[in-house]
């Protein structure tokens, strides 16, 4: 019986794996790896514009849940319902920018699948994150520490994953120039060899 589950999940990764091919290929293409780049740009100013920043949660590597709260009572009220908007209508959408921004780049780079489930990980925390802060927020001036901790957990979850993102980009980065310069020079010398 167990195998017979372990094979149907196997199979069933497989298949994902196997779906994925032609939606990884289409995201590796030139004009939507640009469209995503400036959505993210466009995303990001306006993050920046309507979030407090330096009370944002979401913004911090961790936070006590004191820290939490200290940081959301720095905010009017009116502050707060913006902040909760703005999580609504522009991170969540994000989300979507930014993680298909990063599975394509890392697509490109590595061509492993495997890879690209990093993203996926930054997607699920920020989520839950958002899930959470949002909670907090509609709760205010009410206290809810475990919110709070497991809010704190979630974006500390998440930056882990985003130096790990950031990391394979540049090790890729690398890779790839090394890949180019090898094959140019392979290149070259076939080419002096004619002559």
Known sequence: MLKIELFCYF???NSFFMVSNS?????????ILILLAVLFLLFNFLLNYFLPSENALDLKFAYSVD?????ISNLSKPDREIYRLGIWALDFPYMIVYGLLA?????????NK????????????DLIENILIISILNNY??????LAIMASITTTSKWIFVGLLLLSILIGALRLMKTMRNHSILVNESEVEKI
């Open 23 to 31: 939606f990884f290929s289409s995201l590796v293409k030139r004009h």
């Open 141 to 146: 001036p009410i206290e809810k520490p475990v």
């Open 67 to 71: 820290q939490a709260y200290f940081a």
């Open 103 to 111: 599975s394509g780049l890392l697509f490109y780079l590595w061509r």
């Open 114 to 125: 495997v890879i690209v489930l990093i993203p996926l990980f930054i997607v699920f925390f």
């Open 11 to 13: 199979s069933n990764l």
